[in-house]
């Protein structure tokens, strides 16, 4: 398994820790403290997508699969936390995302 490989499974975990904790607080289970390790994870995230590229692209994988995802993940900040239009995009994104990471690996 190659670096990207590595890089790929681990933003994808990121991702779905993301996720869990998007839901979390959506349905309310926490409303703490919670919110910015949301953010810092979001932030984290990003990054990986970013660095997901940019590892398939030196070893010449299919990088721009991971554009739609990292798109669609910058477009967040616009929708509005606890609507549904912020965790339908989440979906969205997290889709993109495999898509992505299926075609990138």
């Not at 904790?21 to 409303?31: A, D, F, I, N, T």
């Not at 299919?62 to 609507?83: D, S």
């Given at each position: ?30 409303r703490d ?73």
């Amino acid at each position: 398994m190659g670096v990207h490989h590595v890089a790929l499974v681990l933003t994808g975990l990121l991702l779905a820790a993301l996720s869990l904790l998007g839901l979390s607080l959506q349905v309310g289970w926490r409303r703490d403290a919670a919110r910015w390790p949301h953010h810092a994870l979001f932030f984290i995230v990003c990054a990986g997508v970013l660095i997901c590229g940019a590892l398939a692209f030196a070893v010449g994988q299919r990088w721009w699969a991971l554009l739609p995802a990292l798109a669609l993940l910058l477009l967040m900040p616009r929708t509005r936390p606890g609507r549904a239009g912020h965790w339908r995009l989440a979906l969205v994104c997290a889709f993109a995302y495999a898509v992505g990471a299926w075609a990138a690996w």
